[in-house]
Nanobody
Framework: QVQLVESGGGLVQPGGSLRLSCAAP????????MGWYRQAPGRQRDLVAA???????SYADSVKGRFTISRDIAMNTVYLQMNSLKPEDTAVYYC?????????????WGQGTQVTVSS
């Protein structure tokens, strides 16, 4: 069974920082791509940042320069460092892992962690 377990959400004031963690007990090496998505109430789930098995990263335009995705292979964990947080960053953040079998991708999701940016 593939598990992804997020942690690190919470309430922070505008301009503050949070670091989200996504643990994959079975090993992050099994995933072709790992990423963070977010979903605000009444909105669709959108990609925030992603990191490939080769270490390449990509970001949504709205978070470039503020968020950083990274990984610790030995700890089987992917991180999302979020700086200069804005109220519009408020959402449930989900960790995602994509596994490929002969070119067919399967998505795995964590349970989500709430991030609230408010004064």
């Amino acid at each position: 069974q593939v598990q992804l377990v997020e942690s690190g959400g919470g309430l922070v004031q505008p301009g503050g920082s949070l670091r989200l963690s996504c643990a994959a007990p079975g090993g992050i090496f099994r995933f072709t791509v790992m990423g963070w998505y977010r979903q605000a109430p009444g909105r669709q789930r959108d990609l925030v940042a992603a990191i490939t098995s080769g270490g390449s990263t990509s970001y949504a335009d709205s978070v470039k320069g503020r968020f950083t995705i990274s990984r610790d292979i030995a700890m089987n964990t992917v991180y999302l460092q979020m700086n200069s947080l804005k109220p519009e960053d408020t959402a449930v953040y989900y960790c995602n892992g994509k596994r490929s079998y002969y070119g067919v991708y399967t998505d795995y999701w964590g349970q989500g962690t709430q991030v609230t940016v408010s004064s």
